[in-house]
């Protein structure tokens, strides 16, 4: 396994290019450079990255980690050249109008013309801002999420001091609408957040049902789609997945996230919302940032402050070669992606050795080695990921309740939450290595050192 080397040749040209747009500043010499203590320094800092897994490597399925495409590396580095901030145009002319271009795209692929949007540092600072906006507009109002939601939501709510409450799941990880329904009636609920892919499952609430609640109960929509939200570019999902992303227009706020499926280093998150008004709650005066033009700076709508004009320019140059159509390569990275998680699944639900749930709605498959005992279970699954780790293949390891598997699995239940083995099948490499992965699991239950 080799790294991609040939862009560094790419980068240097680039450098020389963007050189010349400054050519006319008289020559201050630059500073002076310690080459052979920097050389010193950065080998040793790939020694030390020795230390991570393979998170590059088609073998590492785990977390969630996909690597950034070469554009979006080499125009990343070449914006350090001159570290742009995005808060206001003073500090990122060039970045700025790439950022709301780049958002504007996204927002259009959700089916958005007009939107209010801007990047973020991750799903987590995008998702406290949706909240932060319903608060403000549902003051003192419930926010309810389902049990297998992000915990960030559960997290943020304290934070912006709001009323939170979980709702519970059904057989396949999505918000019960049933559940949902009780609390309603019961509670007066602000927001409610429908997750488009669940982190541990990919899992996606039934958004077409929960807009008709909100027809009948009158609360705001939050559409965590951080991870699946690229989904909605997918020809290849099933007919209740399709349905949900084609009614995601109708939300009243998104947030994706670019460092997961839209290629990008982290961190690089985005938070839109349908009516371009909520601009009001971000009001504020900064004379000595936003002097420079009376344009809108990406500071007057945003939390954060100081943001990488980088990440902006990163997500640009992406979405310049690879645009954000139905399919288009983009999309069929997404529909491979998927493809590769239902190979997988497929073998898996096909051999005896091993406990399935449901099909993956996204790229995402959770699994569990037989056992009678959701205790057994659970140690049987912590032994196969230590075990697969040894031969190369590292996975990820998800804790579920009882009662969200109690209908699916005629086991024991001596414990509350049963531990299942998690493959997150999202890299570009992973329809040709599918085979690879499966070799090895069957070589580590073969083996059986993990029993």
């Not at 080459?35 to 590059?56: F, Q």
């Not at 900064?286 to 990488?308: D, K, M, N, Q, V």
Request: charged share 25%; net charge negative; aromatic share 8%.
């Amino acid at each position: 396994m080799t790294f991609e080397k040939q862009s560094i040749n790419i980068l240097y040209e680039a450098l020389q290019r963007l050189e010349e747009g400054f050519k006319d500043l008289p020559d201050h010499g630059g500073d002076a450079l310690d080459t052979e203590g920097l050389r010193s320094v950065i080998l040793e800092v790939a020694e030390k990255m020795h230390e991570n897994y393979p998170y590059h490597h088609p073998l590492y399925a785990g977390q969630m980690l996909k690597p950034p495409h070469p554009v979006a590396r080499l125009a990343y580095m070449l914006a350090m050249w001159l570290n742009p901030n995005n808060h206001a145009l003073d500090g990122g002319r060039a970045s700025s109008a790439m950022e709301k271009e780049a958002v504007a795209e996204i927002a259009k692929m959700f089916g958005w013309e007009t939107h209010l949007g801007h990047l973020c540092g991750g799903g987590t600072i995008a998702n406290m801002e949706a909240l932060w906006v319903s608060g403000r507009l549902n003051q003192g109002k419930k926010i309810v999420a389902s049990e297998q939601a992000h915990y960030t939501h559960n997290r943020l709510s304290g934070v912006l001091q709001l009323p939170f409450q979980s709702i519970a799941c059904d057989s396949r990880a999505k918000m019960d609408l049933n559940a949902l329904e009780d609390v309603l009636k019961k509670e007066d609920v602000g927001t409610v957040v429908v997750t488009m892919g669940t982190t541990a499952t990919g899992s996606v609430d039934p958004l077409l049902q929960i807009l008709d609640l909100k027809d009948k109960y009158g609360f705001r929509i939050h559409a965590d789609a951080a991870y699946g939200g690229y989904f909605t570019l997918a020809g290849n999902l099933d007919t209740e997945a399709r349905n949900a992303f084609h009614r995601i227009d109708e939300v009243d706020s998104i947030v994706v996230d670019p460092h997961k499926h839209g290629l990008q280093p982290y961190g690089c998150g985005c938070v839109l919302f349908r009516d371009p008004s909520v601009g009001k709650f971000y009001k504020h005066d900064s004379p000595y940032t936003y002097f420079s033009s009376a344009e809108l700076h990406l500071g007057e709508i945003t939390l954060e402050c100081s943001r990488p004009g980088a990440s902006a320019v990163a997500l640009w140059a992406t979405m310049r070669m690879l645009p954000l159509e139905r399919g288009g390569e983009f999309a069929q990275g997404l529909e491979n992606a998927r493809k590769s998680a239902l190979r997988l699944f497929e073998k898996i639900r096909s051999d005896s050795r091993f406990l399935t749930a449901f099909p993956p709605e996204l790229d995402i498959i959770i699994w569990a080695p037989l056992g009678g005992k959701a205790s057994e279970i659970s140690s049987r699954s912590k032994e196969i990921f230590e075990a697969a780790a040894e031969h190369n293949l590292h996975l990820a390891v998800a804790n579920f309740p009882g009662k969200m598997l109690e209908q699916i699995w005629d086991i024991d239940w001596d414990e509350e939450q049963v531990s299942c083995l998690r493959s997150c099948m999202m890299k570009p490499g992973h329809l040709q290595w599918g085979e690879n992965i499966w070799q090895i699991l069957d070589c580590v239950m073969k083996d059986g050192s993990y029993s």
